[in-house]
């Protein structure tokens, strides 16, 4: 399941610290969105969603922030440890009845121990 | 927890020779799709597929693509006749409702096309 480019962002924090993961999205007519995890050799995996109704939602240890004025999606994932390191995906439907996520280009977060 | 199962999870074939990649969705979904990923690019749609029938596809799923469920499991995705540019990995998913109902589409590990 590598989701590598070799010019993938990356973030890099130490354990224990917050971290802050930033998407744009493409088109204000999106209305839900999704915050993938993806290890090396698996695929994405589900970790927090938002309706374009809300601009917070938590889930355990992590926030979603939607800011639709921007069109600017966050993942806070709080008290990082070394299992979630990983490449992070955002995904957004388009609405008007499309079965498609459009994801991102993705972000890998490094923790260092 | 309930996962969705891909086989096989690497998968070589000579160029211009038929493919099929299978997925054993959640039991309980009735939303399927198909998915691939190019080294160093983005997940791109390819194909939805609900009550037996494709609900939407991409541009990139062309005529050498078909979709199929051929029993209450499984469901396939098959390649006629191969490309060099088909080498992707190809993740499958499903869900339980389509994506306007708040729920999020599961992804398998995903196959590793090679073509050679």
């Known amino acids: 399941g590598e989701s590598v480019g070799l010019h993938l962002p990356t973030l890099s924090v130490q354990e224990g610290d917050n971290s802050i993961i930033n998407c744009a999205y493409s088109n204000s007519a999106s209305d839900y969105f999704i915050w993938y995890k993806q290890e090396s050799g698996k695929g994405p995996q589900f970790i927090i969603d938002i309706r374009s109704n809300m601009d917070k939602r938590q889930g355990q240890r992590v926030t979603v922030l939607l800011n639709k004025t921007v069109k600017h999606l966050s993942l806070q994932i709080a008290a990082t440890q070394p299992g979630d390191s990983a490449v992070y995906f955002c995904a957004e439907n388009r609405g008007d009845s499309s079965y498609k996520l459009i994801f991102g280009s993705g972000t890998r977060l490094l923790v260092r121990p | 927890e309930p996962e969705v199962t891909q086989t096989p999870s690497h998968q070589v074939t000579q160029m211009g020779q038929e493919v099929i990649l299978r997925c054993v969705p959640i039991?309980?979904?009735?939303?399927f799709y198909w998915y691939r990923q190019i080294l160093g690019q983005k997940v791109e749609f390819l194909v939805s597929f609900y009550n037996n029938e494709i609900s939407e596809k991409s541009e990139i799923f062309d005529d050498q693509f078909s979709v199929e469920r051929p029993d209450g499991s499984n469901f396939t995705l098959k390649i006629r006749s191969t490309k060099l540019e088909d080498s992707a990995m190809y993740f499958c998913?499903?869900?339980?409702?389509?994506?306007?109902?708040?729920?999020?589409?599961?992804f398998g590990d995903g196959t590793r096309l090679s073509i050679l």
């Open positions: 998913a499903s869900s339980t409702q389509g994506l306007q109902s708040n729920q999020p589409q599961h």
């Open positions: 039991s309980n979904h009735l939303y």
